[in-house]
């Protein structure tokens, strides 16, 4: 498959890149290595999402790249959809009028576009970006470099998470070897690039954790009104979820995002002993074994009720 799309890239003039609503540092950074790829190429190529993510993802190498926009009805050769591909993972439409090529590594994507790449082993898609660079023969230059470090890195929690193989870290060390970046700086972007209102909002979010059935779920909430008394707009929250499923004993972290009247996005991160997609699906949500989520419509305190209560049912 993967020689298949490296030979209809090759052969195409006119080249749109997409990826997913609520981008992260992989569908991102994966998107503009590509983009730089094919650029590379001598290729014409337009990187359009419809959501901007928040600092610090806006600081990836070469983000103002991304132009935030349908991509219908203009005409492109191909359509890459990194990490998503239907209209209400990417938020545009009509894509089944392009020729498409989706790339994942998600278990719950049903491969609809006309040439399917999914590998629910890679850790982040960003290792199928490296190796389709490897096939068309690129020089890993300091940014795509840069960029796919930051999606393996964000993806597998700096290399920390159960989805960390051998291949993530070879992949790792083979673009640090080639592209002149230094690691530390994507670990300062990601991870030590926190402004004071940050660090007061994960005061805030973690004044709300709760311990259910026996210490083994943590649940943290993310009300909307901490944002307005903090000045924030939007806020990437992974590492304040970090803190709640590093307890001992813990094996299921809840994260309950307000985003609406009684409508919430809930984050579900397990350990070895439960499937978050079991819970993530039961509520028509999708993910990985160790991370997932859903959207609950309802009053919070019933609804962590009644998803402990399938945890308890499905936990080792
Ligand atoms: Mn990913």
């Not at 990490?83 to 989706?102: S, V």
Request: charged letters at 25%; glycine letters at 6%; a negative charge.
């Amino acid at each position: 498959m993967k020689k298949k799309i490296a030979d209809l890239i090759k052969k195409s003039k006119k080249i749109a890149i997409t990826s997913h609503i609520r981008p992260d540092a992989d569908c991102l950074g994966s998107g503009l290595a590509l983009y730089l790829m094919l650029t590379q190429l001598g290729k014409e190529v337009y990187f359009c999402n419809t959501e901007r993510p928040p600092f610090p993802l806006t600081q990836l190498p070469c983000f103002d790249v991304i132009e935030f926009r349908q991509i219908y009805p203009e005409s492109f050769d191909i359509l890459v959809l990194i990490e998503g591909e239907t209209e209400a993972r990417t938020g545009q439409k009509h894509i089944d009028k392009y020729f498409t090529i989706n790339i994942d590594h998600h278990t719950t994507n049903s491969e609809h576009a006309n040439l399917n790449w999914v590998v629910p082993e890679a850790s982040a898609v960003g290792e199928l970006i490296y190796e389709l660079g490897i096939e068309l023969n690129i020089e890993f230059t300091r940014d795509i470099g840069y960029n796919l470090y930051a999606a393996i890195c964000s993806d597998t929690g700096s290399f920390k998470y159960s989805n960390t193989t051998s291949k993530s870290l070879h992949i790792a060390s083979e673009l640090v070897r080639k592209s002149n970046f230094e690691p530390c700086d994507v670990s300062n972007l990601l991870f030590n690039s926190n402004y004071y209102e940050k660090v007061q909002m994960a005061q805030k979010v973690l004044s709300t954790l709760e311990l259910r059935l026996d210490k083994r779920i943590s649940i943290i909430v993310f009300k909307r009104n901490f944002l307005s008394t903090l000045d924030l707009k939007d806020i990437e929250t992974e590492d304040i979820v970090s803190i709640a499923r590093s307890i001992i004993g813990v094996e299921v972290t809840l994260f309950f995002k307000e985003i609406g009247d009684d409508y919430y996005r809930v984050s579900i991160r397990s350990r070895k002993n439960f499937n978050s997609q079991v819970l993530a699906k039961i509520f028509d949500g999708g993910g990985h074994e160790c991370a997932a989520g859903f959207f609950y419509n309802g009053d919070i305190e019933k609804a962590k009720q009644e998803v402990v209560d399938i945890i308890k049912k499905h936990l080792k």
